[in-house]
Nanobody, 124 residues
């Protein structure tokens, strides 16, 4: 499966953005999807994940209550709605998928397919 993240940009603190992860290739509904982010000088970290059907999700503590992950399998797309953004959310955001029919995990090593990343910058 090929993944492409989009929707990043520059936003003021307190604002919102919605990221999209579009998939092509093999049946998208066979894949769980996760979002990760990497800030300058920091390691890539888990943000959120969603299972194949979309009814089970997980979030990092730092984004819980502010970010919402969802998916539309008919459109082969996973979304990350980000609200109440802070400068600490500034990073390159990546979507990723484990191998097919594999449950999502919280570690980057559990993901086999990665999109190219989209930059999110939150100004104070």
């Amino acid at each position: 499966v090929q993944l492409q993240a989009s929707g990043g940009g520059l936003v003021q603190a307190g604002g919102s953005l919605r990221l999209s992860c579009a998939a092509s290739g093999r049946s998208f509904s066979n894949y769980a999807v996760g979002w990760f982010r990497q800030a300058p000088g920091k390691e890539r970290e888990f943000v959120a994940a969603i299972n194949r059907r979309g009814y089970n999700t997980a979030y990092a503590d730092s984004v819980k209550g502010r970010f919402t992950i969802s998916r539309d399998n008919a459109k082969n797309t996973v979304y990350l709605q980000m609200n109440t953004l802070t400068p600490e959310d500034t990073a390159v955001y990546y979507c990723a998928a484990p191998t097919s029919y594999t449950a999502y995990g919280l570690g980057i090593e559990e993901y086999a397919y990665w999109g190219q990343g989209t930059q999110v910058t939150v100004s104070s």
